[in-house]
């Protein structure tokens, strides 16, 4: 504990995700913060934790964490590390309640919806499984803003959200479903950590349309490439940080100049 506790006093006031390691060294609980040294340290101040999280801490010997620039990036790779290390206590702390994911089906009109125990396909793409439901449903409502999209198969009449500018209509005609699936496109490209590729193609739309004198297309593209740079600040791919624990302290230096 002396060791784990030694650690704590160590952890950056930064966005990122964090290990607790049993004394074999294996990885027995995974987690994401926007400050880690507020977020862990609370696993040993506060005096209500619930059985489970209590046994978890007697079990947790050591400890490892990865900075990163922005939460859906501890997102991304706190999903990838679940997937890839099965952290016994990731399990047991939600009940045997199956982790979310983000699943964008593949049919004419794609859904962007959330599922559990979902198994890959040919039909189906999935992000995930992430622990947290709330920031799983926070990213995608931000998403939403920049890439409209749809949660459902063909209604009578169009629903709320293309009212709010939330959903673009696909089922209104041909064209509208042709600019959908671009926005699908590029939702993927985001979750898959891909930032600078979206945004070099973005660039070259705007770009295009500015030329074509389409000045009000052009405008809402840079709306979009605003708002990614916003959102992600930047965003790199989970296996980036896996690679290079201390990547956003390159990131970082590098905004500097």
Same mark, same amino acid.
């Given at each position: 504990m002396a060791k784990l506790i030694g650690k704590i006093e160590l952890l950056p006031e930064k966005?990122? /995700?964090y290990q607790f390691i049993n004394k074999f060294e $294996?990885?027995?609980y995974v987690g994401k913060a926007n400050n880690l040294k507020n977020r862990v340290s609370s696993y040993f101040h506060l $005096? =209500?934790?619930?059985?489970k999280t209590k046994k978890m801490i007697q079990n947790a010997y050591d400890l490892k964490w990865i900075v990163v620039a922005s939460e859906i990036e501890a997102l991304l790779l706190e999903a990838r590390l679940i997937k890839e290390l099965k952290p016994k206590y990731n399990s047991i702390l939600k009940d045997d309640k199956s982790h979310l994911y983000? &699943?964008?089906?593949n049919n004419e009109v794609p859904q962007v919806i959330t599922a559990r125990r979902e198994k890959p396909s040919k039909s189906i793409q999935l992000f995930g499984p992430f622990p947290s439901s709330r920031t799983v449903r926070n990213v995608l409502v931000t998403l939403r803003r920049i890439f409209p999209?749809?949660?459902? &198969?063909?209604r009578p009449k169009s629903c709320l959200y293309v009212h709010l500018g939330l959903c673009p209509d696909p089922y209104k005609s041909r064209e509208t479903r042709k600019t959908y699936r671009k =926005? /699908?496109? &590029?939702? /993927?490209?985001?979750? $898959?950590g891909k930032r600078k590729s979206l945004i070099r193609n973005l660039i070259r739309e705007m770009e295009k349309l500015a030329k074509l004198e389409k000045y009000e297309e052009a405008a809402k593209i840079k709306k979009q490439i605003d708002? /990614? =740079?916003y959102i992600t600040?930047?965003?790199t791919s989970p296996g980036a940080y896996l690679e290079k624990p201390d990547l956003a302290e390159d990131i970082q230096k590098q905004k500097s100049y």
């Open positions: 966005p990122g /995700i $294996k990885v027995i $005096k =209500n934790l619930g059985p983000i &699943k964008i089906t999209y749809c949660t459902h &198969k063909r =926005n /699908i496109t &590029k939702i /993927i490209t985001l979750l $898959k708002d /990614i =740079n600040q930047p965003i």
